[in-house]
């Protein structure tokens, strides 16, 4: 495959998710192999440039200025996976620079920090810049950090951001998370720089680095690690080669995201269109998203955005006709009073202060005539919540959830913990989940209603709320839908409260503005939701399958242009 099929496919490769960042190290790559630029038969070889390399450290030795021990080694030429042209050499990082380890000045010497020079950590290694914003050491504090000598190629080695590389052009000092190399002749620096940004050394990187949770690669690995060498005059055309070929994918990233976010706009416009307006334009919305339905769910934003739309329509009464036989909420509502009053009578709830509210006299949006605003304390029995102490673990026994098993939108057992029995039947005193009611999300990541559609036993922590209501008069499976859509999750989040681990209180809980249909209108809405999020589903797998599609075209076309000949002619030009 040649680099004008790369083009070829461009278009589509360039929907993959990251395929511009798979430009980037596809260019790096070429790079590092020798087949980014043409070679030169006329150029000096890498086997002249290191002499001139290894004279230059010795001179520099002679003066002090730097180690005996750094002696110049150069390596087979197995040691890098690939060929590389018959005038390179292969070279370890000791071999051609001076490298070090930055050193952090005590911290309980205030003297020894300032503005004298910057003081760079891994975060301050940001894209193809350094912020030399940040902390700083005085003119004292050198003599306990080192310095690293302007032009000199930076990379992290200790944590999360291991790989990250940039050169820096003044002279700063850097922590003990940062090794660096200061070549023995400052014109090679930029191409170490993309050697050590390829997918092969950060790749010898990570496997240098151990399998701890912390992955740390230290000086003395570091500086052993072999990159491939170019003859100078080909190190210089790769530079400019890289340079021109990054400011394209620039450019290509700035366009994409642009079309992305026109995209995105358009989306949220013709929902919010469709959702906000009525009659006619309400049809004539729905018919223009229907009709370029694929384009408009180009991502799982756009469907996320499509699925609250279908809950915010459910809940408007502008998803199904309305029935003028069914029995109006109204009714229903009385029915659903009058049996709470029953259980209160009977001692089997208790009537809290905010058992029994009036109705809503303003309504928050126009609803069907047979419609009823209330809130949510006026159709449930009992909102409580789980247990306010930690409970004992067990190895085994019954389910004890918290709102880490319920925050994905359905019940997980996967991860949960264990009381024993007698502690669950302890907790099913106060408060007993069974089939048919709702648990509710109320700290941490609140607003998130499930429906409990199994018969196994479990208790739940404080984190969870449940809510019991008459299933005779209410379809759990609206209620769910109801808390999920977008009016009753605004409030969620305007009600829930606190600093940090934010917490959803249940006297807020109770006060939810509802809208409440007829209970045949609720069976009807459950049955058209789920038909539509079937169909987002599929619109979910397909994307997910295009995408998956367009990422190993990308893998496989670049990867056959890596493994060919070279880019030349500016090969990304007519893709700009």
């Known amino acids: ?73 150069i390596t087979n030429l197995n040691d890098v996976p690939f060929d590389m042209p018959y005038q390179w050499e292969c070279i370890r990082l000791i071999s051609i620079g001076k490298t070090q380890t930055g050193t952090t000045p005590p911290s309980n010497s205030p003297e020894l920090f300032g503005d004298y020079i910057p003081f760079v950590k891994p975060a301050d290694l940001t894209g193809n810049m350094i912020n030399y914003s940040g902390d700083g050491i ?44 200061t070549p023995y002749t400052g014109n090679i620096t930029n191409f170490i720089a993309i050697s050590l940004k390829s997918t092969y050394f950060q790749n010898l990187v990570i496997a240098n680095a151990g ?42 990233e700035t366009a994409k995201n642009e079309r992305e976010s026109r995209r995105s706009k358009l989306v949220a416009s013709s929902l919010d269109r469709i959702v906000n307006s ?55 509502l009385k029915r659903i009073q009058k049996e709470k009053m ?4 009977e001692n089997k709830i208790r009537k809290h202060i905010n058992t029994i509210f009036g109705l809503i006299e303003n309504e928050d949006y126009n609803i069907p005539t047979n419609w ?37 939108g359905y019940i997980d057992f996967a991860n949960t913990r264990f009381i024993s029995e007698y502690e669950h039947r302890e907790l099913c005193k106060r408060c007993k989940p069974e089939f048919g009611d709702i648990l509710l ?37 609206f209620l769910s839908l109801l808390i999920n859509s977008p009016f009753v999750k605004q409030q969620s989040a305007e009600n829930t409260q606190g600093i940090g681990n934010k917490n959803l209180v249940l006297r807020l809980i109770n006060q939810f503005r509802i809208p ?29 399958t295009s995408e998956s599609d367009s990422r190993r075209l990308c893998e496989a076309v670049l990867r056959d242009v890596l493994n060919r000949g070279n880019l030349e002619n500016k090969p990304f030009a007519d893709a700009a």
């Open 1 to 73: 495959m040649s680099p004008e099929l790369l083009l070829q496919h461009f278009h589509r490769i360039s929907e993959s998710p990251d395929a511009i960042p798979r430009l980037r190290r596809f260019i790096l790559d070429l790079a590092v192999r020798g087949k980014l630029v043409e070679q030169d038969p006329n150029d000096e070889p890498a086997s002249e440039l290191l002499k001139r390399i290894q004279k230059e450290k010795m001179r520099l030795v002679n003066n002090v200025k730097t180690s005996k021990n750094q002696t110049l080694q």
């Open 138 to 181: 005085s003119e004292e504090g050198i003599k306990y950090s080192r310095l690293i000598q302007k032009n000199s190629v930076m990379m992290v080695c200790i944590g999360s951001s291991i790989g990250k590389v940039n050169i820096n052009y003044r002279d700063v000092c850097c922590n003990q998370q940062i090794n660096t190399l």
């Open 211 to 252: 399998m701890g949770t912390l992955p740390i690669l230290s000086k003395g690995k570091w500086e052993t690690l072999p990159i491939p060498l170019p003859p100078l005059a080909e190190q210089h055309r790769i530079v400019a080669k890289v340079d021109e070929l990054m400011a394209l994918c620039d450019q290509l």
């Open 278 to 332: 009525e009659g006619e334009e309400a049809r004539d919305a729905a018919q223009f998203h229907l009709n370029y339905l694929q384009k408009l769910t180009a991502n799982k934003d756009h469907i996320k955005l499509l699925r609250q739309s279908i809950l915010n329509l459910a809940v408007r009464g502008r998803l199904v006709e309305q029935d003028p036989n069914d029995e109006p909420a109204s009714e229903l």
């Open 342 to 345: 029953r259980l209160i009578s």
């Open 372 to 408: 009823k605003w209330c809130r949510l304390g006026n159709i449930c029995f009992i909102i409580t919540d789980g247990t306010h102490y930690t409970p004992k673990y067990e190895n085994s026994g019954v389910p004890f959830l918290s709102v880490k098993d319920v925050s994905g």
């Open 441 to 477: 999300t109320k700290v941490g990541t609140t607003g998130i209603s499930v429906t409990v559609d199994i018969n196994t036993e479990f208790s739940i922590f404080v984190s969870l709320a449940l809510l019991k209501f008459s299933h005779i008069n209410i379809n759990k499976y």
């Open 516 to 544: 409440l249909p007829p209970l045949q209108e609720q069976h009807r809405i459950v049955a058209k939701v789920d038909e539509l999020m079937a169909i987002c589903d599929k619109l979910e797998s397909q994307l997910t």
